[in-house]
């Protein structure tokens, strides 16, 4: 399981602290109150990292893929130049012009889910000539194989595209590869000139190619509400990438990852790709609605500085309220009480022992 850090508040406190080295009952006291807080904090629209509970099998894609495409009561199946061995799936070989995909077969009923997608691009293009990336998708139609990173243009649903190859000259202003989300009703063409531009949500620059450790990218789906993060630096935590409110995506569409090599070429492998289920409420009105029949769309009244309702970058989405800033400022409040009083004995005593030498 993966049990990466995903709070920005967590990871910043325990690296503070963990370096007063004298002050370990401090810092555990510290520290202790942050998580208790957190807890508070995450009763609901909690992420799942590490827990196994949640996990979906039926719309998860693991190592070692027993009986992926081979069987009628396979779970995922796949198209083009795919190959599945033992330990990986490769989308597309390190070649020119391959196209290649999987599919989940099981339709997707849950409300809020998460994705996590570990993946590994690479070849042995030097830089800027390797293509074309990988897409993700969660959408209406599977298994549609055409020019957009192998799966088919005007698509219903969502994609996250994983660009490796930047087409677009003008562009100069982001570096790739480039990971960006596209939302669509099917009136919506993908640009491969712009590498998509006219069309994103949002996106980052994120060094995916070639790198020695494992590489992972989580897609996060909640009460309208799209983000998406990047491990890629090796440090065992989420880097958030988009992270965007207003998103309507229906029920009952179909997982998959595709992708493509043109006149450049890189392996495109997918490791895993794990769904869990994110325990979150609904209103009874919320619950009581056909969520099978939400057209894709974005409500693009809200600007994307907007969905940040944390400024503290702390990506589980619920918003303080009056009592629990309070509580946060009175934990707060005992933590540095606790530091001065600990930093105030261990000062004196090496005062005394100063004191002895002379
Ligand atoms: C589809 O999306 C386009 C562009 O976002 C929008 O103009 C159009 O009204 C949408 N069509 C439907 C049927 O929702
Ligand atoms: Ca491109």
Redesign the pocket.
């Known amino acids: 399981m993966l049990e990466r850090t995903t709070t920005v508040m967590t990871v910043s406190c325990r690296g503070r602290l963990s370096k007063m080295g004298k002050l370990n009952f401090a810092a555990f006291v510290s520290t202790t109150l942050v998580f208790v807080l957190l807890q508070f904090r995450s009763v609901r629209g909690d992420i799942t990292d590490g827990n196994a509970e949640h996990l979906k099998r039926e719309h998860s894609l693991m190592k070692p893929y027993q009986g992926v495409g081979s069987s009628p009561s396979s779970q995922w199946d796949f198209w083009g130049s795919t190959l599945v061995t033992s330990s990986y799936i490769r989308l597309t070989p390190d070649e020119r012009s391959k196209q290649g995909s999987i599919w989940n077969t099981v339709p997707c009923y849950l409300k809020d889910w998460e994705m996590h997608v570990q993946f590994k691009v690479h070849g042995s293009g030097k830089k800027n000539l390797h293509g074309d990336g990988i897409a993700i998708w969660y959408t209406k139609d599977r298994l549609h194989p055409g020019p957009v990173f192998g799966n088919q243009d005007h698509f219903v649903g969502l994609a996250i595209f994983l660009d490796t190859f930047r087409n677009d000259l003008h562009g100069m202003d982001r570096s790739f590869p480039y990971i960006s989300a596209m939302v ?5 063409g993908y640009d491969h000139g712009k590498d998509g531009r006219s069309s994103e949500l949002g996106g980052c620059s994120a060094e995916i190619r070639n790198r020695e450790h494992d590489t992972y990218l989580a897609i996060r789906y909640s009460k309208g509400r799209l983000t998406i993060m990047v491990d890629v630096d090796d440090k065992n935590e989420w880097k958030e990438c988009i992270d965007i409110a207003g998103v309507r995506l229906p029920t009952g569409y179909y997982f998959g990852a595709s992708a493509a090599t043109g006149d450049l070429s890189d392996n495109h492998d997918i490791i895993s790709m794990k769904l869990y289920q994110l325990m979150v409420e609904h209103t009874a009105e919320e619950e009581n609605l056909d969520w099978t029949k939400i ?1 894709p ?1 974005v409500n693009l009244l809200k600007s994307p500085k907007d969905n940040i309702d944390d400024p503290t970058g702390n990506f589980r989405g619920t918003t303080l309220t009056g009592w629990k800033v309070f509580l946060l400022l009175l934990c707060s409040l005992l933590g540095i009480v606790v530091c001065a009083v600990v930093g105030a004995v261990v000062f004196q005593k090496r005062q005394e022992r100063n004191k002895r030498f002379y």
Request: negative net charge; proline residues 0%; aromatic residues 0%.
């Open positions: 669509n009703n099917g009136t919506v057209e769309s």
